[in-house]
């Protein structure tokens, strides 16, 4: 596969970078090679999803790289086996409110089954979260199950508000 899209990594901004999370992880952002260790398949744990094709894979790649730092995928590479072992997301909503302020979204963070307990989940988080703060925003959101409150909560969020969702 090629090389990613200059955005992806080089316009990341503060937090985007990659990182050694202990020895055993690297983290980093999203490549277009993560297709081939494991990236569907670690999403798939998250959300029912069907594999996805190269094409499919390399057309939401350009995409997202198009936003620049406003769309950043981390994902946590086992330095041995080069496997994925969690993923995550954070994309900054552009409002009008708070003086047409920034508000990030912590979207699709997954730790594999086997990677669990770990921390890495925590580092991950904590990475994205730097990142928006980084790119201005004044607060970060997400959505969780009750199973994950705890989890959120460990990493400083509290809770607030109520869920609510369509779905199509």
Sequence with gaps: MEQPHAPV???????AGTEVAGDA????PLDLVDLSKGFC???AQLSPSPPLSEEAFRARFAE??????DHLILVAEEAATGRLAAAGAVMVERKFIRRCGLVGHLEDVVVDAAARGRGLGERLVRRLVE??????????I??????LKGFYAKCGFE??????????
């Design 25 to 28: 992880y690297i983290i980093r």
């Design 142 to 147: 997400l959505n969780c199950t009750t199973e």
């Design 64 to 69: 997202l790289a198009a936003l620049g730092a």
């Design 9 to 15: 990594a080089a316009e990341a901004g503060a937090g």
């Design 131 to 140: 990142h928006a703060r980084g790119r201005g925003c004044y607060k970060v």
């Design 159 to 168: 809770e607030k508000n109520v869920q609510m969702g369509l779905y199509f």
């Design 41 to 43: 398949e670690l999403l």
